[in-house]
């Protein structure tokens, strides 16, 4: 093969067209432009929301119990690389002078600079420094407003009185979220001991932080060393542990950047396969008149492969600086809406994927009309303006593309997803919606030949007749653009209700005071005074404490000496806080069993309800039988049903739950949970309940709906922001692919004009095709991404799908719209320009 | 033979018509101050060699293109100071024409391809119209077919009969004949000549064939772009 002959042509065919080789780059360009932008953001954001999240923990590895690190752990947790810390807590009495009052207080004597990620943050902002250095120290926020203290006020802890530097406006370290209730006190670790607080048999609990550097593995750490520490009854925490506590938002934000990853992959392949497919469909008559010359087959082939493959490159490369481009300066400019920083940093691995990507969909997708190309008779391609059905449909090369193609989709699909099932779920669905649309548009054709209105006007008819006559677009645009209105109003639908049960999660709208050990003859006098206050019961429970005897036929203790039984000591050895309810609520799920609700007789068998996870940790099974002691007399229940709890909500967490008819006379105690609209009001209500019912605790949850709500709003931001963009850049791949395709109705467009067609009826023949495609495209996709919203809600989320008409029909207008605009843009030439030049131009 | 005169209205009228293509910062003249005048009913051959500006000069007469200088005046109207809808509905109801390289439009059949400009006029009956038009010139069992699957002489001829359709009162022909044989050549000819007669059909004719020219009424020879004889058919 004359190699250097081909590429001359290769080069001289590509310089006549220079307008037109811009127009198929530029969807090249758009398509992994989109894909790397996408992806590169996706990257960033999370990022920057594994950032927050590991400014709950404030470290990578918490490493907790009630007894100082025992002297053989302690090689394991010096093996640990990075920064560390340590902390002591211990509950106390704190006196204030001020007002003579005093308060059970969690006291945290802080060594190191923890916290490593996020901050303490005080009022005034220097406190969180300066406690240390002063021998002060920092009160949480609800305590200092209970007691009226100012900054510079005393207390008095143990034996040692400190100055107040700061208020403690948020919760960090060790299993803070919904636990602890007590307000906490910092002091600077060297003034622990003049406290005299830390007695032999005082209860401390320690706590070791470490930050790792990058490289090293948290989790794996964890893994081979959980069980010397269990031993030991230690507790090891890492990010991704406190990530399971707002399981569901986070659960949330990553099913939807996965399936946003998805979207610019397939955005990505639209755009590349829309702008190769029409390019060498275009070339098929230039090619015919090589191999008329007596070009070979294979020199055609590989003169026009040559062509795309720079083409691809070129465009791939491009695609890949602008998306990066995008993604670097965009957020500079929304910077100031977004109420986050945006971490913009370029990502390599969006950069390589876009560049493999484009590459390859490029040479598959190039390949299939090529091929194809390499069968058809030279005469025939001349004579031939358009590929006729079903010719070398039967090449196996073609075949084999095809299935190229799939397997490069899955690979990339799985290196998106990282899971093989999800992969094959995708593609499955992809191929599904790809097969749904043809047969619609095969339909659609079928029925408009079949029902032909022959009595309608020339140009409604004309415009009809393009929906079916030879070298239509019904198919590809109908494919194209329907399968581009799925992602985008799936990723529309489940945008807009991932948004309204993050907002659900709102933690502005949860409950923010407990209410601890009411006396049940109280209870009526303390839900008056609440009602006088305005305020809602959001829950009153029934507290009934016990503990765990047995169970499956084993005590506890022969439980806990079986070192293969898998228990863990905590959740066999605490006190057991259980109520008794007939239903479960809104904050709970049922996973497996049945609830039972109620107890009709004395005599019969007692079925509970189990937290799943706590379940887990004793080896308890459903039906499995389990004996409480309850003050002393030994209750047998079976377990009949697992839930799952939300984390999230600030309700009272029951990891058991008892039916009716079986506690109520036991000597118990009720929580009530309420929600005070604003810190005065809290106050007050805090200071009349305390009067009046003396024996009850109030809690403020104010600090810790704080980081909630912080992390809430970045989720649902992060999900907007990635909807949006992604949403705004699929349209645009859509338009440009939009563009290209209809290139080929210009000509004729610009014969009917030297015959006499005025300006309005063509333009109505191509509204008329155009509105017919884009109705048809956007209903179909629709009716596509409904299903695939239902999925993906269903099994990737796991809350309750409901149809949300607007953003539906938002997408049903815009991609209508846009359709037509095109399709009647694409017609302004040949309105304007004069006939003659076109024709000449066109000639082939 | 020679037409009767006594109806003296302008069908067509050049005034000191140019045209020039610039392309690569070059001018190239293809048309120079041309000047002719053709009355109603007149059969003309526009003779010249290739790449003389036969065409072009055609497609300015059409108003299919715009001239760089002068004025086309058709049937009384100034092209030059019409807009492009307005052109083309003065050559739906008076122009036909017969492109070089045929110009069907390829995803249409060539009966669909004939019944365009009837349908553009909102005529009715037009498939029965479409069908004569293609009995005359010997396609009738060819209707159904592509472009692409038509001959070019086939092809030349869907375009005759395409040109025919909506009667018009001038036709331009661009080669009408190049591509057939003689025998289906004279038949062509016939139709284009009897249409002449019967409705009095102005016709422009561009032809390379002698005998062709010599049976118009009158010759406009082209030479580099300049007229350099105009003569009438005795
Ligand atoms: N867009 C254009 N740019 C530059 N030159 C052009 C353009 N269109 C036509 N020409 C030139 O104008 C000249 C006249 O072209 P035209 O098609 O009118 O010739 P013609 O007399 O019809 O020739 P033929 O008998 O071969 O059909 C030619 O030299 C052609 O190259
Ligand atoms: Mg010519």
């Known amino acids: 093969m004359n190699w250097k002959f081909l590429f001359r042509i290769a080069l001289a065919d590509a310089k006549t067209q220079w307008g037109k080789l811009f127009l198929f780059i530029s969807s090249i360009v758009l398509g992994i432009a989109a894909l790397v932008a996408i992806n590169s953001f996706n990257d960033n954001i999370v990022k920057d929301i594994d950032r927050q999240s590991a400014s709950i923990l404030g470290a990578d590895i918490v490493v907790s119990g009630n007894k100082s690190l025992p002297a053989n752990l302690s090689p394991a947790l010096n093996a640990i690389p990075g920064q560390k810390a340590s902390e002591y807590e211990l509950l106390s009495m704190a006196y204030i002078p001020k007002n003579e009052g005093s308060q059970f207080v969690r006291i945290k004597a802080l060594e190191g600079n923890f916290p490593f990620y996020g901050k303490l943050i005080t009022q005034p902002e220097t406190a969180s420094k300066d406690f240390k250095a002063n021998g002060t120290v920092l009160a949480d926020k609800a305590f200092m407003r209970q007691f009226s203290l100012e900054p510079g006020d005393k207390i008095k802890l143990g034996d040692e009185d400190f100055i107040i530097e700061g208020r403690l406006m948020n919760n960090l370290g060790a299993g803070n979220l919904a636990s602890g209730f007590a307000p906490i006190i910092y002091i600077p670790f060297d003034k622990l001991e003049s406290t005299n607080l830390v007695q032999p048999g005082s209860m401390i609990d320690y706590a070791y932080y470490h930050q790792v550097p990058k490289e090293f593995d948290a989790n794996l750490w964890k893994e081979e060393n959980k069980q010397a520490f269990r031993q030991e009854s230690m507790r090891i925490n890492t990010i991704d542990d406190q990530r399971e506590n707002l399981n569901e938002a986070f659960n949330s934000l990553n099913s939807f950047l996965n399936l946003v990853a998805l979207v610019s992959l397939l955005l990505g392949c639209i755009g590349v396969a829309s702008s190769v497919f029409i390019y060498v469909k275009n070339k098929i008559s230039s090619i015919a008149i090589f191999r008329c010359l007596g070009m070979k087959s294979n020199e055609a082939f590989v003169i026009y492969f040559l062509q795309i493959l720079v083409l691809g490159i070129l465009g791939s490369v491009i695609g890949a600086v602008l998306g990066s481009a995008v993604q670097l300066f965009l957020p500079k400019v929304f910077g100031e809406f977004l109420p986050f920083q945006v971490v913009t940093e370029l990502s390599w691995p969006s950069i390589i994927q876009g560049l493999s990507l484009g590459l390859i969909i490029t040479v598959l997708f190039a390949l299939i009309p090529l091929l194809e190309i390499r069968k058809i008779s030279p005469l025939r391609t001349l004579r031939s303006n358009f590929s006729e059905e079903g010719t070398g449909t039967r090449d196996p090369l073609v075949w084999m593309c095809y299935l190229a193609i799939i397997v490069a989709l899955s690979i990339f699909l799985y290196s998106l997803t990282g899971s093989i099932l999800n992969a094959a779920i995708f593609i499955v669905g992809i191929l599904l919606a790809f097969f749904v649309l043809y047969l619609v548009s095969q339909l659609i054709i079928r029925l408009v030949r079949k029902f032909f209105p022959r009595h309608w006007s020339f140009v409604l008819r004309q415009g009809l007749a393009n929906l079916y006559r030879p070298n239509n677009q019904t198919q590809i645009l109908l494919v194209s653009l329907g399968l581009g209105t799925t992602i985008l109003s799936t990723l529309f639908i489940v945008q807009s209700l991932i948004l309204e049960n993050v907002n659900a999660m709102d933690a502005g709208a949860q409950p923010n005071m407990i209410l601890f050990g009411i006396e049940t003859n109280q209870m009526h006098d303390l839900k008056n005074k609440t009602k006088s206050f305005d305020m809602p019961i959001v829950e009153e429970v029934p507290i009934v404490t016990m503990r765990i005897e047995g169970w499956k036929g084993r005590t506890k203790k022969e439980w806990l000496a079986d070192t293969t039984a898998n228990v863990r000591r905590w959740a066999a050895n605490r006190e057991t806080r259980v109520t008794y309810r007939d239903t479960l609520d809104s904050s709970e799920k049922l996973i497996a069993g049945e609830f039972v609700g109620n107890i009709e007789n004395p005599g019969d068998s007692i079925f509970i309800s189990l937290d799943e996870g706590y379940a887990e940790n004793l080896n308890i099974g459903l039906g499995d039988e389990m004996v409480f002691n309850v003050q002393g007399m030994l209750l047998t229940t079976y377990v009949s049903s697992f839930r799952e709890i939300e984390f999230a909500s600030m309700r009272t967490r029951f990891f058991v739950l008892f039916p009716r008819g079986v506690l109520e006379n036991a000597p118990q105690f009720q929580v009530l949970v309420t929600k005070a609209p604003n810190e005065d009001v809290m106050t007050k209500y805090r200071t009349e309940v305390v009067k009046a019912f003396p024996n009850v605790s109030v809690v403020d949850l104010s600090s810790i709906l704080t980081t909630l709500n912080d992390i809430l709003k970045k989720i649902s931001y992060a999900v907007q922001f990635m909807a949006g963009f992604s949403i705004l850049t699929g349209l645009i791949v859509l338009l440009s692919s939009l563009i290209l395709s209809k290139f080929q109705r210009v000509r004729e467009s610009v014969l009917l004009r030297t015959l006499g067609a005025s300006r309005s009826q063509i333009l109505k023949i191509n509204a008329t095709e155009y509105l017919l495609i884009g109705v048809l495209a956007a209903f179909t996709g629709i009716l596509i991404s409904i299903l695939a919203s239902w999925l993906v809600v269903n099994f990737q989320l796991d809350f309750e799908y409901k149809i949300r008409w607007m953003p539906i029909l938002l997408v049903f207008l815009f991609i209508v719209l846009m359709t037509l605009f095109i399709g009647l843009w694409t017609t302004r030439d040949v309105v304007n320009k004069s006939p003659l030049e076109t024709l000449r131009k066109d000639i082939q | ?234």
Do not use: W
């Open chain 2, 1 to 234: 033979m020679i037409n009767n005169n006594e109806n003296n209205v302008d069908v067509l009228d050049l005034k000191a018509l140019s045209k020039i293509y610039v392309s690569n910062e070059r001018e190239l003249t293809v048309l120079n101050d041309i000047n002719f005048t053709i009355k109603k009913g007149e059969t003309v051959a526009i003779v010249g060699p290739s790449g003389s500006g036969k065409t072009t000069l055609l497609g300015l007469c059409a108003g299919l293109d715009k001239a760089s200088s002068g004025t086309v005046k058709l049937y009384g109207s100034n092209l030059g100071s019409l807009n492009e809808d307005e052109r083309a509905l003065l050559r739906n109801k008076n122009v036909g024409f017969i492109f070089q390289n045929f110009q069907l439009i390829p995803t249409l059949t060539a009966l669909e391809n004939v019944t365009i400009p009837l349908e553009l006029q909102g005529a009715s009956q037009v498939k029965e119209k479409a069908l004569e038009l293609l009995d005359r010139v010997g396609l009738m069992d060819r209707s159904s077919h592509y472009p692409n699957q038509l001959s070019g002489g086939e092809q030349q001829r869907v375009s005759l009969a395409r040109a025919f359709s909506n009667e018009p009162k001038l036709l331009f022909a661009d080669e009408p004949t190049g591509n057939l044989d003689g025998e289906t050549g004279d038949k062509i000819e016939q139709l284009l000549f009897d249409l002449n007669k019967e409705k009095d059909t102005t016709l422009i004719i561009v032809t390379h064939d002698m005998e062709l020219a010599g049976r118009t009424d009158r010759v406009i020879k082209l030479k580099s772009g300049k007229i350099v004889s105009d003569t009438l058919n005795k």
